[in-house]
């Protein structure tokens, strides 16, 4: 992901329809440990 910079991610059904985005800060609110998270966050904020 932090390659091509990809901060979003769609969530899809069993049909294949949109029904939601995940984020990279979704998972830093439900993460007891931050520092995967906050290394994810870097790692997607830096040029490629």
């Not at 984020?23 to 995967?36: I, K, N, R, T, Y």
């Not at 290394?39 to 904020?45: K, T």
Request: aromatic share 2%; hydrophobic share 45%; no cysteine.
């Amino acid at each position: 992901m932090s390659d091509h910079q990809i901060r979003r991610l769609p969530v899809v059904d069993a049909e294949n329809k949109l029904v939601g985005i995940v984020s990279l800060g979704d998972f830093a609110v439900e993460s007891s440990d931050l520092g995967p998270v906050v290394e994810a966050l870097s790692d997607v904020s830096s040029p490629a």
